[in-house]
């Protein structure tokens, strides 16, 4: 017979690896790898934790989650309870963890900026920190202030991603939110390639100006920022902009200043979402001024007209397309829309008009892969006509409830 000792060895590599990744992740760390230097070995693959995020149920006490850490040095995720004292933690993490991809704190009033200068120097290889804080309870506030930042990684091809929110108090020295975003800003603006907020003042603006490499922005605003809104003509200069995202209400003069003068060449992907006073004059100047886009999207623009679509569809490089909630849209924009010879995705979700007088000019798009129907009431002929012309057709969203079978 064998002995216990040769049966722990017998098993192949891979045999066990696969065995390994149906283990829990505290079995395999608190006891499956000290068996033998051969299963330590395997249970420390990269394989059985790349996509594994380490989060301790409630109440787990600090001392057992570092001893988790200590001895999990290839861990890439890890999601800190507000109950954890973060200064233990983190410098556990930045010891053991050198590896780790992805950290989210969700803190009460336990961060300082201090906390934050070491992980951003000994975690070299993150690439998303997320720190928030849950809604108090009975609070009537349900959306939090945020701002999501990436940064160039400097070993790897993937970018560095942070979040904050709003809500947090950064304790120590009474750091506001807004201080935090400043140290962030300035300490990485030479890397930031992609950013998202909607807590927008003029420091924040000022900072952002001098973030020449961004190839992605996303601003959220509040409808009484109109002074802050005036101040972002600045955007113009970021030459490598790929991806500009405007959301919430936004002058039609302040748009049309916006792309009036000068090009956004680079430009590929534009996204104007509540941005209700968006007209056909400001369609015609976002043409002009952003010849290759790429992937366009108009959601709850309630004054654009087909006249403006015909504008922004002589953009001829037009791949990805959003017409939702615009109710002044008729069967004629569609037309337009289908005329485009490179579109492949259509998204005509809540588009206000008669979808079924559409059928004609959503067949003659012979490349559509991708077509939205959502929220719109979809008949039988409609969905029977595009399954039998749409030949490249691989994805089609309706509305079930919303579909009306035809009597026969």
Not at 70 to 92: C, R
Not at 221 to 238: A, G, M, P, V
Not at 268 to 275: D, S
Not at 310 to 336: G, M
């Amino acid at each position: 017979m064998l002995a216990a000792k040769d049966l722990i060895n017998i098993f192949p590599e891979e045999l066990l690896l696969r065995i390994f990744q149906y283990v829990d992740k505290d079995d395999l760390v608190h006891s499956v790898q000290h068996v033998s230097p051969r299963w330590h070995a395997i249970a420390q693959d990269n394989s059985l934790w790349k996509d594994y995020n380490y989060k301790p149920p409630a109440k787990t006490r600090d001392k057992v989650v570092s001893k988790f850490l200590e001895q999990s040095p290839l861990l890439k995720s890890f999601t800190m309870s507000s109950e954890m004292e973060a200064n233990e933690i983190v410098d556990t993490l930045c010891k053991k963890c050198k590896d780790l991809k992805t950290l989210r704190i969700n803190m009460t009033s336990r961060l300082n900026i201090r906390l934050l200068k070491g992980v951003f120097t000994r975690i070299p290889n993150l690439e998303c920190l997320t720190i928030s804080q849950a809604p108090k309870k009975g609070s009537k506030i349900s959306v939090d202030k945020c701002f999501t930042v990436k940064f160039r990684s400097y070993k790897e091809a993937h970018p560095q991603v942070f979040y904050f929110t709003e809500s947090l108090n950064f304790g120590v020295k009474n750091c506001s939110f807004i201080d935090v975003i400043k140290y962030v800003m300035r300490r990485k603006k030479e890397d930031i390639i992609s950013l998202e907020t909607n807590v927008i003042t003029d420091d924040i603006l000022k900072l952002l100006e001098g973030c020449k490499g961004i190839e992605k922005l996303k601003l959220h605003f509040d409808l009484y920022q109109e002074t802050l809104k005036s101040n972002i003509e600045f955007i113009r200069n970021f030459i490598k902009l790929k991806s500009l995202s405007i959301i919430g209400y936004f002058n039609d003069n302040l748009m049309c200043d916006l792309f009036s003068k000068g090009t956004m060449c680079s430009v590929t992907e534009l996204n104007l979402i509540w941005c209700i006073d968006l007209s056909d004059k400001s369609a015609k100047s976002i043409r002009l001024c952003c010849p290759h886009l790429e992937t366009l999207c108009l959601d709850s623009c309630l004054k654009v007209t087909d006249k403006g679509i015909q504008e922004l569809t002589k953009c001829s490089e037009l791949r990805h397309i959003k017409l939702s909630s615009c109710p002044l849209l008729t069967a004629e924009s569609v037309k337009q829309v289908c005329k485009c010879r490179r579109i492949t995705h259509l998204d005509l979700s809540s588009y206000f008009s008669d979808i079924n007088q559409c059928s004609g000019y959503l067949t003659s798009a012979m490349q559509l892969r991708v077509l939205n129907l959502r929220g719109n009431t979809v008949d039988d002929s409609l969905l029977q006509t595009l399954y039998l012309n749409l030949r490249n057709l691989t994805q089609l969203s309706v509305d079930l409830g919303k579909a009306c079978h035809s009597s026969h």
